[in-house]
Structure formats: structure tokens, C-alpha cells
T-cell receptor
Framework: AQSVTQLGSHVSVSEGALVLLRCNYSSSVPPYLFWYVQYPNQGLQLLLKYTSAATLVKGINGFEAEFKKSETSFHLTKPSAHMSDAAEYFCASDRGSTLGRLYFGRGTQLTVWP | GAVVSQHPSWVICKSGTSVKIECRSLDFQATTMFWYRQFPKQSLMLMATSNEGSKATYEQGVEKDKFLINHASLTLSTLTVTSAHPEDSSFYIC?????????????FGPGTRLTVT
């Protein structure tokens, strides 16, 4: 069963522009949600996570995401894109389980134009 | 921060041979580790959950006899791809959960690129 859906496999923005990467989740139990970034041929780095403490989550590198239960969304944003933000971004869910397994979306490739 | 290493970082093997990939938590104990597979330009697919001292739990559709997982210590899990074939070529990534810290923090290894010729 699909746990998270990332809308848009590719997003392109100009340097300095707003970054918006979309993620919707599907879970009967409120899940914990994560955003990870992956640079070519590397593992994943955690950007931020939602663990029900606060709906607006701030992460590293100026990224933040807002958990909206009514929209079942957890979109990732950054006010001003930087060239170094170009990478693959993955949204992940634990499906509401405490076992630690993560289920990833298909990923969104972010391109930043100078 | 917690560090997870993988060895080797890349490996090329001939069809029919077996390959072992190691995943180590360097500065924390990980009773649970996870193995993922990633095809080019695709997402990570959870293969199995590795628990120290017990049998791994495999996700549906993953051949447990093909992908042998051993978690012999609190800092080491291994994935052995047996009788590898070209379709097993992929990027394999492990992660480890640090129960001593945030219970919802997973740390990912840098990945292992497997190419089967």
C-alpha cells in the first residue's frame, strides 16, 4: 500500500526562488513523516521529521515542512533556493508503526538554475 | 552525530557468485538495522528489518534465500546476495536505528553499488 505520494518527479527553480516539494501521506494511523535528501551516489541525510510534537517543523539548510492533517500533506519548503540544494528529495512515512520501518515516496529531483 | 558505514562502497562480481555487504554503526549500538534497495533514479525499497540476535524480517516479495541477512552484533549487520545475477545490480543502502537517542532517528549508510556482470 502506498504510504506517501510525492507529486512531481522533477522540480526546477531559479536560484533565490521558493522551493516547494509536495508529499501526501495515506495512513489510518497518524504517521511520523520524514524528508530526506540524497546527493548522487550517496546515502540519505535527514532534513527534518514530524513526530507529532509540532505541525510546523524546521530542519537543516533552511528547509521546513508543515503537517496538515486535513490535507494529509507534509510539503517541504525553502524560501530561497541555493545551487547546493540541487539533489533528490524523498518523503518517508513509518505508517504509524513504532517498528522503525520507513516507506519512501518515489522522490523528487530538484534542479536549481543560476 | 551517529555514523553508519558500509563496506564495500562498490563491488563488481560475476554472475553466480555471492557478495557480502557490511553495515556498521560506528558510535552507537543498533539493535535494529534496515536494508534498502534503490534502482537508478528510483526510490528506496525496504527489503528487510535486521534484528540483533534473531532472524530478519523480510518485506513481501523479497527472497530471503537470495538475500541473506545476519545481525550478529549490536554494531554489525551483513547482507549477502547469493548466486548474484545481473538483475541484482543495484544500490544497496542500510540504516540503523539509535534507540539510545531519539527513538525515531534513523541513520543511513553511504550505500554500496553492486554490479553483476
Amino acid at each position: 500500500a502506498q504510504s506517501v505520494t510525492q507529486l512531481g518527479s522533477h522540480v526546477s527553480v531559479s536560484e533565490g526562488a521558493l522551493v516547494l516539494l509536495r508529499c501526501n501521506y495515506s495512513s489510518s494511523v497518524p504517521p511520523y513523516l520524514f524528508w530526506y535528501v540524497q546527493y548522487p551516489n550517496q546515502g540519505l541525510q535527514l532534513l527534518l521529521k514530524y513526530t507529532s510534537a509540532a505541525t510546523l517543523v524546521k530542519g537543516i539548510n533552511g528547509f521546513e515542512a508543515e503537517f496538515k492533517k486535513s490535507e494529509t500533506s507534509f510539503h517541504l519548503t525553502k524560501p530561497s533556493a541555493h545551487m547546493s540544494d540541487a539533489a533528490e528529495y524523498f518523503c518517508a512515512s513509518d505508517r504509524g508503526s513504532t517498528l522503525g520501518r520507513l516507506y519512501f515516496g518515489r522522490g523528487t529531483q530538484l534542479t536549481v538554475w543560476p | 552525530g551517529a555514523v553508519v558505514s558500509q563496506h564495500p562502497s562498490w563491488v563488481i562480481c560475476k554472475s553466480g557468485t555471492s557478495v557480502k555487504i557490511e553495515c556498521r554503526s560506528l558510535d552507537f549500538q543498533a539493535t535494529t538495522m534496515f536494508w534498502y534497495r534503490q534502482f537508478p533514479k528510483q526510490s528506496l525499497m525496504l527489503m528487510a528489518t535486521s534484528n540483533e540476535g534473531s532472524k530478519a524480517t523480510y518485506e513481501q516479495g523479497v527472497e530471503k534465500d537470495k538475500f541473506l541477512i545476519n545481525h550478529a552484533s549490536l554494531t554489525l549487520s551483513t547482507l549477502t546476495v547469493t548466486s548474484a545475477h545481473p538483475e541484482d545490480s543495484s544500490f544497496y543502502i542500510c540504516s540503523a536505528r539509535d534507540w539510545g537517542g531519539s527513538s525515531y532517528e534513523q541513520y543511513f549508510g553511504p550505500g554500496t553499488r553492486l554490479t553483476v556482470t
